[in-house]
């Protein structure tokens, strides 16, 4: 399987699912969150009302936490081959790392895995969930990337491709380097 690291827009990313770096209550303010939004239904804010009845028949709550997912319809992205976005909350870190940002950013990443083999779909692909708004440190997440995708091939059975699709040159040659070291 592997962690395959890409350039581009996640909106337009042929994978069946994508991966949404969302806030927990699922609002969609900013960021891929918010490109994914409008992308997705042209309008953010009826992606936002769609998102957050999908939380409460899903989880039953307002909000989620760090591992917790919630699954919406590709809808307009479709047309890419995206049938489902998969919703989940990284870690806030305002340039501090460590081993409890690790931690949920893991969660966060293994949430969104485990759910993609329960919908039995063979790609995923994700943001750099954190590493925007959220002010973690690219090295650091793409690492983390890395070690949960080698830890989940063990339990993986229908998913084959999992992609890190890194949305500017500047962080898709970081995110390289970090793959080849
Ligand atoms: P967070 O709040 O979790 O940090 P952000 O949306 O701010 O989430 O950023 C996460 C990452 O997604 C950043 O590296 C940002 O550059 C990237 N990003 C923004 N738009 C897109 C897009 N359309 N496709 C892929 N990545 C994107």
């Keep these: 399987m592997g962690l395959e690291v890409v350039r581009g827009d996640i909106t337009r990313f042929p994978a069946e699912a994508i991966v949404n770096a969302a806030n927990k209550y699922l609002e969609h303010g900013g960021g891929v969150a918010y490109a994914i939004a409008k992308a997705a239904a042209g309008n953010p804010r009826e992606y936002i009302r769609i998102s957050k009845k999908a939380m409460r ?24 081959g995206i049938r489902y976005v998969i919703h989940t909350v990284g870690p806030y870190c305002g340039g501090v790392w460590d081993d409890e940002k690790k931690e949920k950013l893991r969660k966060a990443i293994l949430g969104a895995l485990r759910k993609a083999e329960e919908l039995g779909v063979k790609s995923i692909a994700f943001p750099a969930v954190s590493a925007g708004i959220y002010g973690c440190p690219l090295e650091e997440v793409v690492k983390t990337f890395r070690e949960v995708v080698e830890e989940f091939e063990r339990e993986a059975k229908g998913l084959e491709k ?20």
């Design 57 to 80: 028949e899903q989880v039953g709550k307002d909000f989620i936490e760090h591992g917790e997912v919630v699954v919406t319809p590709g809808m307009r992205l479709e047309e890419y």
């Design 162 to 181: 999992v992609y890190l699709v890194l949305y500017s040159e500047g962080d898709y040659k970081r995110a390289l380097r970090v793959v080849r070291m």
